[in-house]
């Protein structure tokens, strides 16, 4: 039965699954396990307590679920006020039986009366969903020292559908089986057990490994086919088997300025606090209104990014029929299934908020103490950009919040999901008569067909139901759409925090919108190698890569109340798991590449063709070509001097127009190669070592090998001259003294191209002066026609070898094995293994559903799977 991908059971709501205890640690007293069935958070007496007050014991619960389910979230209730012997520390565990168990989650609970809920892994690494039957609490420690572990309530949810889970249970069988077959092919293969590994090949319908890797592995391992092996690699980087290492090594960025006006010259004014959005499609950006550091725009712009060329759409929209108003620090969306861009909230003129430390902030930290004409209604537009109506304005709602939908708003985040035609907005400050006081909204969502407004979390941390656990509410914050395990990636921005103080944060949360669950990700990702507390930071996802790109934003040092631009990297990367989004990730900086050009323009210097760090900007990503696009912003404060400064004496904040264009610069196919191409070489030199005659591996070595070793990379360099050792293990005449080591190009040079240069040995009495010499000496030592000199532990005695059990000898038919061809000689043992590791070393550039699986079938003997 073919495998469900995840995002075919998204649309399945979640629902409360029935259980019952099926065995648990030692309790203390009275509190026995079933008492976490009741959720009775003023009973002292409700709750499950282990009997152990120390680490070293272990404790837990087991439930048994009434049927089998696919287990998507776990709720903790709490006693009604904070407690000692509350669950701080816990792991969860689930599977079909409760000697074997699988972690989904390691996390913790806060000690106070409000309730948890945990979104938990239900799809493992190769996107498999898991069926559950029972599911483990393991309890690692109290809030309170020396106190007992008590858990008060707890509730399951998932999903419950027989069918469903049926064909969620076969399929993961099926994939349990395939796993199990796969390890013992590469088990056989691995010990040369040859003649039983293609016997299980052929019976079962099981792929080992991408062909093209069948074929590197005949003729590395089995032909010693060096030329041939060389051939596949490149095949190999054709058919994008090298690309997911590509994507993980690290990236650099090549920003380039992006220069195309329009038909008049003319190109989007200086501004910050606008809106973009971007059809990837038809490869065109929509900017529209913002903050000049005077009056808001209401100017719509459009730049095609193949014909590099700016737009005007409307030069007032405020003038088009149903067309929105002059505004800043509203948001739009592009839906890219019908075409049209959706805009939301707005900032009126006039109007001023400063955010704590800072000297003005007009772009987006607010202008607002209702001003004259200003109106609070929460207006609602969409544009049309192609059909009938292209061209054309609608107003879908001139008041939001009387339509179930999120108030007057500015600084918000709104993404769109296109599949399903359903818009997500959250976060933002309210705008309304009393601005004194800081209020927030929460997370709403927009049905385009049904147009239909739904809450689907409170703000200021009222949650909607005794068990939902709330996203703080914010503003200036990041929010993006992760399409394929539908979550919303939401972080940083600026809060108060109760005092009439701002807070600017640094933490993240994964929301799952089909279990309507939220998992705190980071309470402060800066420790995890992330950017620095933030305001107005600007994030987009690629989730092809599995990754979100972060462009900076305004910070305030620990240490000081004065707002400060985030200047150690423009930008970050964060890598997710696609399998568990609410997992914590990988945090990285991206330093600017080395080498960077100007969009149709000449090289420039690194500092004048990178942007200026900013907040109030905005970027988008075309996900087609993989750049970012990023336009305006403000880039603060600045000096009288500067030829850019602003008129108005009183507005020092220097606001850009400029537009730039990102990609990531990551190792090109060509480096892969030529590295994987290196490998091989070095097991080919060692090979003629062995075979001799001895002056042709030198002449290969210093030829072939140096071409394709980067000799500005320090361990290329070290590995490439430690292959002398190969020589000299051959030669009893030759000391690591006698040989020179192979002489490196000048720097500059082209290291393909240096194949061939002479080394010079060492001037001494009796010893070699030159190449010739040491040619002639290594000709006279071993000759044409000498023997193979086995090195160490060659001789194939299976007591030399690692495994006394395994022999590694010839399998009786590996000769009509290797893609059909003859093996020229009958291969050792000891080289066997040689070109295995060579073989699976060049697995590590591989990606992983093209390989063979990870892990050893030997190591499953010790596992304890007892969670």
Known sequence: ????????????????????????????????????????????????????????????????????????????????????????????????????????????????????????KHVNAAGVYIPCRFLKITPLSAHGQSFH??????????????????????????????????????????????????????????????????????????????????????????????????????????????????ADGDVPSRRGGHAMCIDDENGL???????DGHKNLDDFWVYDIHQDRWSVVSHNTSQEKNGPGRRSCHKMAFDRKMGCIYLLGRLDEGEEVKPEGASRNGDEAGRVEGSSGSSFCSEFYRYHTRGLDSG?????????????????????????????????????????????????????????????????????????????????????????????????????????????????????????????????????????????????????????????????????????SQLTLECKSLSWLYRYNPANPAAKGQ???????????????????????????????????????????????????????????AEDAEDRELRLDDFWRMELQRPPRKDIIRNAVFRLRRQQFREMCEDGPLVKALTFLQTEVSAVVDHKNTEEQNLFRSLLSHLVSQSPVLSPRLIPPPKLPEAGHDVRRDGDDDVEPPRKRSRPNTPEDLDHNLSDESGSGAPSVALPNSSGDPASLPHPLISYQEDPNEAKFGSGMELRHKVSASRFQQRTEVFEDLLTLINQEAKQPEGDLVDFIDRDVDP
């Not at 005794?466 to 759409?481: A, E, K, T």
Request: net charge negative; charged share 20%.
């Open 149 to 262: 572990t008590s858990i008060w309530f707890v509730s399951v949810s998932g999903v419950i559908d027989h069918d469903v889970v049926a064909e969620v249970q076969n399929t993961y069988d099926e994939y349990r089986e395939n796993a199990v077959l796969r390890l013992i092919l590469k088990h056989l293969r691995q010990r040369r057990f040859l003649t039983p590994y293609q016997s299980l090949l052929s019976r079962v319908d099981v792929q080992l490994e991408h062909p093209l890797i069948s074929s590197l592995y005949d003729h590395l391992v089995l032909q010693g086919a060096f030329s041939s092996a060389e051939e596949v690699l490149q095949s190999v980087a054709q058919a994008g088997l090298f690309d997911v290492y590509i994507n993980s090594c690290p990236a650099k960025t090549s920003w380039s300025r992006i220069t195309g006006t329009n």
């Open 587 to 645: 945090w990285s900086s991206i330093q600017p590449s080395e080498v960077v050009h100007s969009h149709h323009s000449t090289s420039v210097g690194l500092a004048e063709n990178n942007p200026k760090p900013r907040y109030a900007h905005q970027v988008v990503y075309d996900r087609r070509s993989r750049v970012v696009y990023m336009h305006g912003g403000n880039a603060g404060n600045h000096d009288n001097g500067d030829e850019d400064a």
């Open 285 to 291: 950006i929509y900017l529209l209104g913002g903050w």
């Open 1 to 120: 039965m073919a495998s469900r991908t995840p995002a075919t059971l998204h649309h399945i709501p979640s629902e409360p699954l029935l259980y019952a205890i099926a065995g648990c640690s030692e309790h203390s007293g009275r509190y026995v396990a079933e008492n976490i069935m009741v959720d009775a958070p003023n009973e002292q007496t409700s709750r499950w307590s282990g009997a152990g007050q120390t680490v070293s014991v272990k404790q837990w619960i087991s439930l048994r679920l009434e049927t089998t389910s696919v287990v998507k979230s776990i709720t903790f209730g709490k006693f009604h006020k904070p407690h000692p012997c509350n669950m701080k520390e816990f792991k969860i565990f689930v599977g079909m039986v409760e000697d074997n168990m699988i972690e989904v989650l390691h996390g913790g609970l806060k000690n106070d009366s409000i309730p948890e809920t945990f979104a938990l």
């Open 392 to 560: 054309t304005w609608d107003l879908l709602c001139i008041d939001t919040s009387s339509s179930g939908g999120p108030p007057l708003l500015f600084d918000h985040q709104m993404v769109m999901d296109a599949d399903n035609q359903i818009l997500y907005v959250f976060g933002g400050r309210v705008v309304d008569a009393d601005m004194s006081s800081h209020k927030y909204s929460g997370m709403y969502s927009y049905n385009v067909r049904t147009s239909k407004w739904m809450m689907l979390q409170p703000a200021d941390n009222i949650a909607a139901t005794p068990h939902q656990v709330c996203i703080p509410s914010r503003f200036g914050h990041s929010m993006v759409l992760e399409p394929n395990s539908r979550t919303l990636f939401i972080f940083a921005g600026q809060r108060d925090n109760g005092q009439r103080e701002s807070k600017y944060l640094s933490d993240m949360y994964a929301y799952d919108i089909d279990a309507d669950t939220a998992t705190e990700v980071f309470s402060n990702y800066t420790p995890f190698g992330g950017p620095e507390h933030s305001f107005t930071q600007r994030a987009v996802l690629d989730p092809d890569l599995r990754e979100i790109y972060v462009f900076c934003g305004l910070t305030r040092p620990p240490l000081g």
